[in-house]
T-cell receptor, first 115, second 110 residues
Framework: GAGVSQSPRYKVTKRGQDVALRCDPI?????LYWYRQALGQGPEFLTY????????KSGLPNDRFSAERPEGSISTLTIQRTEQRDSAMYRC?????????????FGPGTRLTVL | EDQVTQSPEALRLQEGESSSLNCSYT??????LFWYRQDPGKGPEFLFT???AGEEKEKERLKATLTKKESFLHITAPKPEDSATYLC???????????FGKGTLLTVNP
């Protein structure tokens, strides 16, 4: 079956522009997560959704970052007024249940480059 | 705060040379310890979940074990296609997030 998909796969933007990154989870998965991964590091948690409810946003670096999942399926991570330090791989994951011990399945990521 | 430390950072093996990767962790109320494999340019691919000390899981040439402080990923008679970065992560307490280590880059030479 189809896995987690993300778009775009690559995004190059200029400093100060807003970007929107999309995640399409595995069909029927209740939970959705956003992570950020720097080169040579493991993924770092950003935010978590249970259906459409954002239940944890403790990992979002600042208020320029926001995320939504309005219908409990597709999610969008938005970064406003991008800065060069926002350049990274942004990964989405989904799991079938409501977190806890569930396995998280990752997408291919979106490589964001801020010039 | 949950913490995960993986060692070594990089490991180079000859084909057929067995070895182990280490994942040391501190977590408040372990819900699960997860091993993932990551190939260059791709997302992490799930391998195993371990839930309690003493648990072991196997898949082909890989075997994962868990104690109260660490987990080992044993690789028996590796092949070049086992070359990848292996990531360890923990889920703990009431959080739903995973806390990852930095990974071990494994290279298996033919």
């Amino acid at each position: 079956g189809a896995g987690v998909s993300q778009s775009p796969r690559y995004k190059v933007t200029k400093r100060g522009q807003d970007v929107a990154l999309r995640c399409d989870p595995i069909s029927g998965h209740v939970s959705l997560y956003w992570y950020r991964q720097a080169l040579g590091q493991g993924p770092e948690f950003l935010t978590y959704f249970n259906y459409e409810a954002q239940q944890d946003k403790s990992g979002l670096p600042n208020d320029r970052f926001s995320a939504e999942r309005p219908e409990g399926s597709i999610s969008t991570l938005t970064i406003q007024r991008t800065e060069q330090r926002d350049s990274a791989m942004y990964r989405c994951a989904s799991s079938p249940g409501q977190g806890g011990t569930d396995t998280q399945y990752f997408g291919p990521g979106t490589r964001l480059t801020v010039l | 705060e949950d913490q995960v430390t993986q060692s070594p950072e990089a490991l180079r093996l000859q084909e057929g040379e067995s070895s182990s990767l280490n994942c040391s962790y501190t977590v408040s109320g372990l819900r699960g310890l997860f091993w993932y494999r990551q190939d260059p340019g791709k997302g992490p691919e799930f391998l195993f979940t371990l839930y309690s000390a003493g648990e072991e899981k196997e898949k082909e040439r890989l075997k994962a074990t868990l104690t109260k402080k660490e987990s080992f990923l044993h690789i028996t008679a590796p092949k070049p296609e086992d070359s990848a970065t292996y990531l360890c992560a923990v889920g703990g307490g009431s959080n739903y997030k995973l806390t990852f280590g930095k990974g071990t880059l494994l290279t298996v030479n033919p």
